[in-house]
């Protein structure tokens, strides 16, 4: 079993597309797949159902995905301790706006060019577990203070913003308080879902004693703003970076101003420890 293999399914495994897995090793398409479907034969399983549109993970492929990345990690330990270190830092990620994760990585590149980060997108329990489990370096996350087991690196602060309809009553506003929303209804993330966002929106909330009816909470940022963008009469509060431009959505700065504190998460690991500074000073 060749590592190259192993290293091209865990990349459209994370990007869950051939082309944009290609792209980003810097090879052609059809050298993935040939490669994925070389490493399913050699297997005797389908790591990955493909439709024209889709491709997906299946049973047996997720099973695979957390080995090959144990077995990836692991070789580029061998190659470290050969004293011929690969410098591959994998963040985790979550899904939505990549300006803050273009911005980190051109000056994490500036700051420390031996560096290779590759940026692994998870839900923030699965983004957990995979740090503790060694399958990724670091991780970035808004809102959390505290986590088991983990150091919490305080890296930015980022404006909750409110997001509305562009129907809405008070889409025209520069500002608006969270009083003044309180009587339309509004869309929480599930607490499942983010469990850091959903407190952070709850704690501003009560302190700025306001108790709004709660619509159906939303399982993705991506879904939530859709759904708010054909509800005049709901509302919802996310982090700036968040927000994705849209002709359907506007976003309003909240007056009194709401912050969220963004945060670099590492292992206590020696090995990490020598490049967790170096990055949350590229995302501050």
Same mark, same amino acid.
């Given at each position: 079993m060749e590592l190259r293999a192993l290293r091209y399914f865990v990349t459209v495994a994370e990007e869950l597309h051939f082309g944009r897995a290609a792209e980003r090793l810097g090879i052609v398409q059809p050298a993935v797949s040939q490669q994925v479907a070389r490493l399913e034969r050699e297997l005797g399983v389908r790591l990955l159902d493909r439709s024209p549109r889709t491709v997906r993970l299946t049973e047996a492929g997720r099973r695979v995905l957390g080995a090959a990345r144990e077995a990836l990690l692991a070789a580029d330990r061998v190659h470290a301790v050969a004293g011929n270190p690969v410098r591959i830092v994998r963040i985790g990620t979550a899904p939505g706006p990549a300006d803050r994760l273009e911005r980190g990585l051109e000056l994490l590149r500036e700051l420390s060019p031996d560096f290779t980060p590759v940026l692994?997108? $998870?839900?923030?329990?699965? %983004? !957990?577990?995979?740090?503790?489990?060694?399958?990724?370096?670091?991780? $970035?996350?808004?809102?959390? %203070?505290?986590?088991?087991?983990?150091?919490? !690196?305080?890296?930015?602060?980022?404006?909750? %913003?409110? &997001?509305? /309809?562009?129907?809405?009553?008070?889409?025209?506003?520069? #500002?608006?308080?969270?009083?003044? !929303?309180?009587?339309?209804?509004?869309?929480?993330?599930?607490?499942?879902?983010?469990?850091?966002?959903?407190?952070?929106?709850?704690?501003?909330? %009560?302190?700025?004693?306001?108790?709004? /009816?709660?619509?159906?909470?939303?399982?993705?940022?991506?879904?939530?703003?859709?759904?708010?963008? /054909?509800?005049?009469?709901?509302? #919802?509060?996310?982090?700036?970076?968040? =927000?994705?431009?849209?002709?359907? &959505?506007?976003?309003?700065?909240?007056?009194?101003?709401? #912050?969220?504190?963004?945060? =670099? $998460? #590492?292992?206590?690991?020696?090995?990490? /420890?020598?490049?967790?500074?170096v990055v949350v000073k590229a995302f501050a």
């Open positions: 692994v997108e $998870l839900p923030v329990t699965e %983004r !957990l577990k995979a740090l503790r489990s060694g399958e990724i370096d670091l991780a $970035l996350a808004r809102g959390m %203070r505290r986590v088991s087991g983990l150091r919490v !690196l305080p890296a930015w602060s980022e404006p909750l %913003r409110a &997001v509305v /309809s562009v129907r809405h009553p008070l889409a025209a506003r520069e #500002a608006v308080t969270l009083r003044e !929303l309180a009587g339309f209804v509004l869309r929480l993330p599930a607490r499942e879902a983010d469990p850091p966002l959903h407190d952070a929106v709850t704690a501003a909330l %009560r302190d700025a004693r306001v108790r709004p /009816s709660l619509g159906r909470p939303a399982d993705t940022t991506p879904n939530l703003l859709v759904e708010i963008g /054909s509800d005049p009469g709901s509302w #919802a509060v996310l982090p700036a970076g968040q =927000i994705t431009e849209s002709k359907r &959505v506007r976003s309003i700065p909240l007056d009194p101003a709401v #912050a969220v504190d963004g945060v =670099i $998460l #590492a292992r206590d690991d020696e090995t990490v /420890s020598q490049c967790a500074a």
